[in-house]
């Protein structure tokens, strides 16, 4: 009897918490690890390529840009045509940004859409990208990276001139408790790393 493939996709892989997730996760046996990669064919992203593997398991790069609109929905056709995936059990969406520190009264408003375009949207276009083939896996989880600077009955605690970073955060935990909400099915949370 064969043991069962678990399937991962994670934005962000090839550097910092994505890619601590991502050496876990392939160093398991019988494990399907789909990178999510800003770019595939950088130096740092093909190096993925040659990670050590656990018995049965494999990785895949896709390009996922979380800034994209429509990078998720096309890395996940590539996923299901060339790949052959046809669930997914766990999805982290890692990739985000923290690019301007500044005060409500300092920071712009293109600052602000630029955070809240790849924290905030850009999970949210990764969701209803995998949404079908979560809902394929026996414990489908999606996970967002989430902030303490992001929780508004925090925000006393941490004092942070970081406007337009918290802003996004926020609206990406309120996206995640939605998804928990509106799919049964579907294990949702957001881990704050700290």
Do not use: C
Request: glycine letters at 6%.
């Amino acid at each position: 009897m064969s043991a069962e493939n678990h399937t991962y996709l994670i934005t962000g892989a090839n550097r910092g918490i994505g890619k601590s997730l991502l050496v876990t996760w392939l160093a398991r046996p019988y494990s399907t690890v789909i990178a999510g990669l800003r770019d595939p064919s950088s130096d740092s992203s093909k190096a993925l390529l040659n990670l050590p593997k656990g018995e049965n398991s494999r990785i895949l790069t896709v390009k996922i840009d979380s800034s994209s609109k429509t990078d998720a929905a096309s890395a996940l056709k590539i996923l299901e045509t060339t790949y052959h995936i046809d669930k997914l059990d766990t999805v982290v969406a890692n990739a985000g940004i923290a690019k301007y520190y500044g005060s409500i009264t300092s920071v712009t408003a293109a600052q602000v859409l630029e955070h809240v375009n790849v924290n905030a949207i850009g999970p949210l276009l990764l969701f209803q990208a995998v949404n079908q083939l979560l809902l394929k896996s026996t414990n489908p989880k999606f996970v967002v990276m989430g902030s303490a600077i992001g929780s508004i009955g925090a925000m006393e605690k941490r004092p942070a001139p970081m406007f337009a970073y918290g802003v996004s955060k926020a609206m990406v935990h309120y996206l995640v408790r939605k998804v928990h909400f509106e799919n049964e099915r579907i294990t949702a949370f957001a881990i704050d790393p700290g």
